[in-house]
């Protein structure tokens, strides 16, 4: 069983920065990619970014690209979404998530991943 905890949401300014964490914790933790997804209210929960487990990989969000970054530090099992020059539509509820299964390819659909954080709330405001 893996746990995800995410935190380092909150309230910012547009043009503001924000940092969110993912603390992954389990008996045996090696999933294949961590994610972050984001859900706005009224809306389906959409894609952000993705990071291979074992090497620096990545894909983004195309409306993301050039201002958010994801990072990993395996040693510590945590997953790290820096986000900077935000903008009001960027404000959501932001999830990690862990895909264990997927063998060669990042993968941006959430049906994907397999285990969830219980998500945490950026609001940007104009």
């Known amino acids: 069983q893996v746990q995800l905890v995410e935190s380092g949401g909150g309230q910012v300014q547009a043009g503001g920065s924000l940092r969110l964490s993912c603390a992954a914790s389990g008996r045996t933790f090696s999933p294949y990619a961590m994610g972050w997804f984001r859900q706005a209210p009224g809306k389906e929960r959409e894609f952000v970014a993705t990071?291979?487990?074992?090497?620096?990989?990545?894909r983004y969000e195309e409306s993301v690209k050039g201002r958010f970054t994801i990072s990993r530090d395996n040693a510590k099992n945590t997953l790290y979404l820096q986000m900077n020059s935000l903008k009001p539509e960027d404000t959501a509820v932001y999830y990690c998530?862990?895909?264990?299964?997927?063998?060669?390819?990042?993968?941006?659909?959430?049906?994907?991943?397999?285990?969830w954080g219980q998500g945490t709330q950026v609001t940007v405001s104009s």
């Open positions: 998530a862990a895909d264990q299964t997927s063998t060669s390819t990042l993968q941006t659909s959430r049906w994907t991943y397999d285990y």
């Open positions: 990071i291979r487990w074992s090497s620096n990989s990545t």
